[in-house]
């Protein structure tokens, strides 16, 4: 092909060797695709992160900007009652539900994974409270325990065994309770799946081995299943203690963290504290604080149930 | 179907409507004049809360629409959860986009005042065409006595709904007036079987509405007009040991009760009195269940009762309208407000809504709707004798804030349940309302 403009086909052909050399770089190439989903996090995760811990040490309210007061809103928090309350709250609810929620979706899962009849059809139907939007499945629940119309209270008096309706969300600790088995009912399905998949990449072979040494069935779950389970463990109580943590839409729908405030998570209290009260501030400020929370399971289940350095991606 | 019976009754009560009609009985005042030219091409958006009852929102847009046909001025109407319309409203106040007019609740417009275009010529037109404002309305839109920072549309009337034949079973043949008797009705009733229920969990409507009703009835108040916290005082600890004694003749549950809990016990004839808007008469009267409109015809309504303090002291939900200055169009926005406030218009608007929205000026007093039916007449004097959310003080971030954390609701419910002695509960009421407070 005759060149006729060396020097600008000398820089092009510079580039181009450049770029092609960067293509076949698998760690630039790597940098490239991840890009777009770099920005996205960025832009839709990190900023607004950053700027609810930035508005956590504002006094903004809605409707207007604020200005830095430092540590004040987090002293405020400190010195309120409610707030306490909803740190007690949301750490009885999440110890609860979670602690229930693994030993359900354990215990389904082991059933799950024998061979039981339409296998496939039962797994599907286990997933659904899971597939239910929250908010829907909130209000069935606020028909069920309500003081005038709830249909446990309904069938027990029609079985004669308790006299007066059950005070399901008006008494503060049935509420607690009562939201709790809400967010278990909801929670067992993910629970239970997630363990289901990892029991089925246990090879049968270690259960036939372990029989012919004469392993009873609880020997054989304990040595076996249990060890080679806790990475799937790890990483499913980690989401699922996250999303009871968080959780919003359910005592939303069912208390508005009534009666008496006793069921208010962290999460809707600082939803009410900075939008239908306008400080914005303080709201921001109550939402970071959940994060140490939250860190300390993350840490907690990566060194605490980890504890084995293949599970780490290193030799044992 | 449902909808058949509501078209029914639209049609019954335009037909009241039309037997009513020829001139009211009040003379206008020939002085009030309005000149002004909206803005060429001027296009409107308005956001308002949802619907309470369905005729409400027919009447409106049929308004609006009229208004679009008039003027030729397009106006596109979107309506939120009334609970969602504030943080929305705060959000276009503070960004300096969005609809420009929001009709909100309460004490809204203090929130971002210099955000509001100034409307007190609109409002000293439609003041004196119709009888002037009641003060409540000055008390949320006129905070320095001077300018109008909205335009108020009127409240939510909120009274006692209760089941007539019930109370006569228990021995009451009127509804009483005072506190006292209020208590002995709810006593006996409870004693027949048949008791009534109040929301104590953090009903952000019918929570706040009664609660606050029971404070002030005693002579208790959150602040005063210094914006002082003064709710730790005697009057409130007499408040709540009445609460408590009113607690004990409550149907079960009611700590648990949101904003729809009454109405749906109550329908359900599970409860023979509680507090609310019309709503819950407007479900029965217009609905094809014959047991509910049986049992419309021995729904009854009366104002709440007066207490030691000796005056009526109510609160009722307050919507307010207001024009936002980042609106291009601010001369016609307030154009669309005169219209829609004109007799012409709002009369039939509080008529295909029976009443729920009691109106702000005195002149629509006069409104057949009120006497068409007696069981309307005590939601007339709503705006009449309601306060202001956050009285006596100032309204704004403070009064805001402190009915959203329903610090009035949670003292109540405390004190009525017995989980804090009534000492306890209005200590702990005025250490939280001391921190909204904080200068």
């Known amino acids: 092909m005759p060149c006729r403009r060396t020097g600008a086909t000398a820089t092009e052909g510079e580039v181009r060797a450049y770029v092609s050399r960067l293509l076949d770089n698998r760690n630039a190439l790597g940098l490239l695709f991840l890009l777009p989903a770099g920005a996205l996090l960025l832009l839709f995760l990190t900023y607004p992160l950053g700027l609810g811990v930035w508005l956590g040490f504002t006094d903004t309210k809605i409707g207007r900007g604020g200005a830095w007061v430092g540590l004040e809103n987090y002293e405020f928090l400190f010195g309120d009652a409610v707030a306490r309350l909803s740190l007690f709250n949301t750490l009885f609810y999440t110890v609860v539900a979670s602690v229930i929620k693994f030993a359900l979706g354990l215990w389904l899962a082991l059933l799950l994974n024998k061979h039981v009849p339409f296998k496939t059809v039962v797994r599907a139907v286990v997933l659904l409270p899971f597939i239910v939007p929250t908010a829907l499945s909130a209000i069935a629940f606020w028909w069920i325990y309500d003081a005038q119309f709830s249909v446990i209270s309904w069938a027990l008096t029609e079985l004669g065994l308790i006299d007066r309706y059950i005070d399901f969300l008006g008494d503060p600790w049935n509420a607690r309770l009562s939201t709790i088995a809400a967010n278990i009912w909801r929670g067992v399905p993910f629970v239970a799946i997630c363990l289901l998949a990892g029991l089925q990449t246990i090879s049968p072979s270690y259960y036939e081995a372990a029989s012919l040494d004469g392993a009873t069935p609880w020997q054989q779950f304990r040595y076996v299943t249990l060890p080679l389970l806790t990475p799937i463990i790890a990483v499913v109580m980690t989401f699922s203690v996250l999303f009871t943590f968080t959780d919003f839409q359910l005592i939303y729908v069912l208390t508005r963290g009534g009666p008496l405030n006793a069921t208010h998570l962290m999460a809707t209290l600082s939803f009410q504290r900075a939008i239908p009260g306008g400080a914005l501030g303080e709201g921001a400020a109550l939402a970071v604080s959940m994060v140490p929370f939250l860190l300390a399971a993350i840490l907690f289940s990566y060194f605490g149930l980890q504890r084995r350095a293949w599970q780490q991606g290193g030799a044992d | ?439």
């Open chain 2, 1 to 439: 179907m449902k909808n058949m019976k509501r078209r029914d009754f639209l049609k019954t009560s335009a037909g009241v409507a039309a037997v009513a009609a020829g001139p009211f009985i009040w003379v206008k005042d020939a002085s009030a004049q309005w000149s002004n030219t909206p803005e060429k091409g001027a296009k409107l958006r308005v956001l308002r809360w949802k619907r309470f009852v369905a005729g409400d929102e027919d009447q409106y847009l049929a308004n609006v629409k009229k208004f679009t046909e008039k003027t030729g001025i397009e106006v596109r109407v979107d309506s939120e959860g009334w609970e969602d319309v504030r943080p929305k409203a705060a959000v276009a106040a503070n960004t300096g986009a969005g609809p420009d007019i929001i009709l909100s609740t309460h004490d809204d417009a203090n929130l971002y005042p210099e955000k509001l275009v100034d409307v007190t010529d609109l409002a000293n037109y439609l003041g004196k065409k119709y009888g002037g404002w009641y003060p409540v309305g000055e008390a949320y839109l006129r905070p320095n006595g001077k300018n109008w920072i909205g335009i108020p549309l009127g409240c939510a009337g909120n009274c006692v709904v209760y089941r007539e034949s019930q109370m006569k079973a228990a021995g009451f043949n009127a509804f009483p007036r005072d506190t006292d008797g209020f208590l002995k009705l709810m006593r006996a009733l409870k004693e027949k079987g048949t008791p009534g229920g109040f929301a104590l969990g953090n009903a952000t409507g019918d929570g706040n509405v009664w609660t606050h009703w029971l404070l002030w009835s005693h002579g208790g108040q959150l602040v005063d007009k210094d914006n002082k916290v003064i709710i730790n005082s005697p009057q409130t600890i007499k408040a709540l040991e009445y609460a408590k004694e009113l607690y004990q003749t409550f149907v079960p549950g009611t700590l648990s009760w949101l904003d729809p809990n009454n109405n749906k016990a109550f329908l359900d004839g599970q409860c023979s009195v509680t507090a609310n808007g019309i709503s819950v008469y407007y479900a029965a009267k217009t609905s094809k269940d014959p047991k509910l409109v049986e049992m419309a015809a021995d729904i009854q309504h009366a104002n709440m009762p007066i207490g030691p303090a000796g005056v009526p002291t109510e609160l009722n939900l307050f919507f307010n309208q207001m024009i936002f200055k980042h609106s291009k169009y601010p001369k016609a926005a307030k154009e669309f407000i005169r219209f829609m406030m004109e007799e012409e218009q709002f009369g039939p608007w509080m008529q295909a809504s029976i009443g729920y929205v009691t109106q702000p000026l005195v002149a629509y007093e006069k409104n057949p709707i009120w006497t068409v039916d007696p069981k309307h007449t005590p939601y007339r004097d709503a705006m009449k004798i309601m306060r202001p959310i956050g009285y006596a003080g100032r309204l704004g971030y403070a009064s805001a804030g402190a009915a959203a954390d329903f610090i009035v609701v949670n003292m109540v419910a405390e004190a009525a349940s017995g989980s804090k002695t009534p000492a306890e509960a209005a200590e702990r009421a005025q250490k939280r309302a001391e921190r909204y407070y904080k200068v």
